[in-house]
């Protein structure tokens, strides 16, 4: 194994300022980027899923629980698999207490192929809590690329897909699927895909928060047990 290379603490510091020039360069670049992504189009979904959760019958309006947003990771589980994806099971370990994006009105979600009878005890063995539901016998996650045909057979890969809803009518804003997920996980991140984005006094475009009435700000923040 290598290490770095050691030099004084003059040498360090001076080349880590020169990094941090460089890293602040890519923070201002990436909220471009989200306020660019908080603009995109969005595109009604027309077909009625039923998906399967632990209340039994659900549809995707159901799923945002009274909330404007619903963020859903789409979790590689096939309908034949005796277990989940390993990789999509380390992305779930690092998402943060709910309660913050609830917080700004925005629901969680899992959704996976494999019938709800093998993705209860799975999600029991690990202690999770969110919401997961089976997509079992519906085209959702064909629709939402997140299984694709290649070469005549079925193939699962991870995803993330964000929707808004108005009154009962829900759109999809935004989707990424594999490398596009580095770095998620957190509160703001997940929010930074979103159409409402953090809910920020600094963020583009304007008025997203208060048109929905979100509450907004990092001012709202609180302990995840005093929302």
């Given at each position: 194994m290598t290490l770095p290379e050691i030099v004084s603490r003059e040498e360090w510091r001076a080349e880590r300022e020169a990094l941090l020039?460089?890293?602040?360069?890519?923070?201002?670049?990436?909220?471009?980027?989200?306020?660019?992504?908080?603009?995109l189009p969005m595109v009604e979904v027309d077909t009625e899923y039923v998906f399967e959760g632990g209340d039994g019958k659900a549809t995707l309006l159901d799923a945002f629980e009274g909330r404007h947003q619903l963020v859903v990771y789409h979790y590689m589980f096939a309908p034949e698999w005796d277990e989940g994806c390993r990789s999509c099971a380390a992305f779930l370990d690092q998402i943060g207490h709910l309660a913050h994006l609830h917080a700004r009105g925005t629901s969680f979600a899992v959704v996976s192929r494999a019938p709800y009878t093998r993705i209860l005890p799975f999600k029991a063995r690990l202690g999770w809590t969110m919401p997961w539901y089976s997509s079992h016998g519906t085209p959702f996650n064909h629709d939402f690329q997140v299984t694709v045909d290649r070469a005549g057979e079925s193939v699962e890969r991870?995803?993330?897909?964000?929707?808004?809803?108005?009154?009962?009518?829900?759109?999809?804003?935004?989707?990424?699927?594999?490398?596009?997920?580095?770095?998620?996980?957190?509160?703001?991140?997940?929010?930074?895909?979103?159409?409402l984005g953090r809910q920020e006094e600094w963020e583009q475009p304007r008025g997203r928060a208060s048109t929905l009435g979100a509450p907004a700000g990092s001012a709202s923040i609180r302990f995840h047990d005093e929302y």
């Open positions: 020039a460089k890293e602040k360069a890519a923070t201002h670049a990436r909220d471009a980027i989200n306020a660019e992504r908080r603009r991870p995803g993330v897909s964000c929707f808004v809803r108005d009154h009962d009518r829900v759109f999809h804003t935004y989707s990424t699927y594999e490398r596009g997920l580095d770095g998620l996980g957190s509160t703001t991140s997940l929010l930074d895909l979103t159409a």
